[in-house]
């Protein structure tokens, strides 16, 4: 079991002051946002090293069309966006209705795309957003 050596008060850690984190650091929560990690060797031999870069995320929002049923607009967004559940679907529906625009999911680009267009193909009126 390794050690944990924590940092004097007033002391700066390591991994903050060089803005890498040791590999060894798995205990540490997952950031909102999804990093993409490159591997990237250190200057000393014996240990690796990520530098975390952080992508963008989009969100889809759907506007609330008058003309169709919140059933029928939570059936199109099931239809458009993998593992989603009616009761999500309806929720979304129903709050679109009622806000004029809901959030149907937060992704990176490339799938909010997907779905945007899965929703426009379907009829509905959505958008991407950076969040």
């Known amino acids: 079991m390794q050690r944990v050596i924590l940092p004097k008060v007033g ?4 991994h903050v002051r060089t803005g890498r984190i040791p590999v060894l650091a798995h205990a540490m929560p997952a950031p909102p946002v999804a990093p993409s990690m490159t591997p990237r060797r250190s200057r000393k031999k014996r240990h690796d090293s990520f530098r975390i870069t952080f992508e963008p995320i ?3 929002i759907l506007h609330y069309t008058q003309w169709k049923d919140d059933n029928v607009i939570a059936e199109k967004v ?3 966006v993998n ?9 979304i529906a129903q ?4 806000h004029g625009s809901s959030i149907v999911v937060t ?4 799938q909010a795309s997907v779905i945007e267009e899965r929703l426009r193909l379907n009829g509905l009126r959505a958008t991407v957003e950076v969040a």
Do not use: I, S
Not at 11 to 14: A, Y
Not at 95 to 98: E, T, V
Not at 107 to 110: F, P, R, V
């Open 11 to 14: 002391q700066v850690p390591l």
């Open 58 to 60: 989009y969100r889809v």
């Open 78 to 80: 099931v239809r458009a």
């Open 83 to 91: 593992h989603m559940r009616f009761l999500e679907g309806l929720r």
């Open 95 to 98: 709050a679109a209705n009622l």
């Open 107 to 110: 992704t990176n680009l490339d």
